[in-house]
């Protein structure tokens, strides 16, 4: 597999190097550049070392949600828990792409000079309302921004399904009880 991978960029770059216009051959063979780069990636083979040695059950994510898409569905809309779920979901996701927003673009943009900010963009960005006081400028900071919205549709979504599962359900309880109590104040009245 190496020789491989090796004979592979050592042509790749020989074909680079005697073109004549090095920039129009990039643009022209940019899949290829993409595989070369994938394909030497450390982090890439590790993972496909580890698949091949089915050491990441983690890889089987997919297969594991689809199996279990009701059950999860039942546990995050229908639930008494859902809604606690759905919040930690929330704040975990702020966390996690404030995080990774800050580090990506502390440094580099002003406005990331605090881990406080990363937050606020992260909850901002999250609850789509988008204030734009604070944005990202890096390229991989924009990638991150993309996926964080996405997410934020998603969550949000749980949250008002949630809310939404839990009104209906307090507004039954409240009309059962008033009927309940209704129906007894008539019986007491008829005897």
């Keep these: 597999m190496m020789v491989i991978l090796i004979t592979f960029m ?7 190097w005697v073109a004549e216009n090095r920039n129009a051959w990039i643009k022209s063979n940019w899949f290829d550049l993409v595989l070369v780069v994938l394909l030497s990636s450390p982090l890439l083979r590790m993972f ?3 698949r091949v040695a089915q050491f990441i059950p983690a890889l089987r994510l997919g297969v594991l949600l689809r199996s279990n898409r ?3 569905l039942r546990l995050m809309v229908l639930s008494g828990d859902s809604l606690p779920i759905a919040l930690s979901m929330m704040f975990g996701t702020v966390f996690v ?10 440094g580099i943009n002003p406005q990331f000079g605090e881990f406080q900010d990363g937050l606020w963009w992260a909850f ?7 204030y734009g006081d604070i944005y990202p400028v890096t390229a991989a ?5 993309v996926i964080t919205m996405i997410f934020g549709i998603i969550v949000y979504s749980l ?9 209906e359900k307090s ?3 409240y009309a059962l009880s008033k009927d309940v109590a209704s129906k007894k104040k008539e019986n007491s009245e008829i005897t």
């Design 70 to 72: 009701k059950r999860l």
């Design 10 to 16: 050592l042509l790749f770059f020989t074909r680079w």
């Design 141 to 145: 900071g924009r990638v991150v921004a």
């Design 124 to 130: 901002v960005t999250l609850t789509t309302v988008g």
């Design 171 to 173: 507004g039954r309880e």
């Design 97 to 106: 792409f404030g995080t990774a927003l800050y580090l990506l673009e502390h």
């Design 159 to 167: 949250v008002i399904a949630n809310m939404t599962v839990f009104l």
């Design 48 to 50: 496909v070392a580890l």
